[in-house]
């Protein structure tokens, strides 16, 4: 089946990464400060079409430079704060931001490729189906955590990329948000 023939509609989730997905990703370092943070081309926008088109919106982002001490979950409510209102000025949502804290040597629950984030969403937002979610990411450890929740996956990266946990390759999100205008009209 391809991605338009799955007959979405609010009955579905998005789940997405956030650095290098939402915003651009800073090589060898973390954003830490609201300067530091940047939307992607075409982000806002491509939010406000998933927004009009699933029902649940979820960020789900491995964020170890807290546990690193680089910085603080405070400085991360900041920066978090800032991407929920920008997309809402486009006429986007996102229904809520998860984190993980925790050293990627801790395997903890809740870092991906766990699903630990995806859990506490399903448990918060009792709707949410993971036969009826797809996680956008652009690591292999997000489309491992997609693939451990039964998601469909969607791999963001500038080539084409194949591999037996993506289900999906664009090259932005604002091209998967693209398709998706382009096949539901």
């Known amino acids: ?8 509609d609010k009955s579905w989730s998005l789940f997405l990464d956030r650095d290098g997905v939402i915003n651009k990703k800073l090589e060898d370092d973390y954003v830490k400060t609201l300067p530091e943070f940047e939307f992607i081309e075409g982000v806002p926008e491509a939010m ?97 955590f997609g693939r451990k929740a039964g998601m469909i996956t969607v791999f963001i990266h500038p080539e084409k990329i194949t591999d037996d946990k993506i289900d999906y390759c664009f090259e932005s999100l604002s091209d998967l948000a693209s398709f998706f205008f382009q096949t539901t009209k």
């Open 48 to 144: 406000k079409l998933f927004t009009d088109t699933f029902g649940k919106i979820i960020v789900v982002t491995n964020q170890q430079g807290i546990g690193k001490g680089v910085y603080t979950a405070n400085e991360l409510s900041i920066i978090h704060h800032y991407m929920v209102d920008e997309i809402e000025k486009h006429g986007g949502k996102i229904d809520k931001v998860y984190f993980s804290p925790h050293l990627a040597a801790d395997n903890h629950h809740w870092r991906k490729p766990n699903i630990g984030m995806a859990l506490q969403a399903k448990e918060d937002f009792k709707d949410i189906d993971f036969n009826k979610s797809i996680i956008v990411g652009d690591s292999m450890s997000d489309m491992e």
């Open 1 to 8: 089946m391809t991605l338009k023939h799955l007959s979405i």
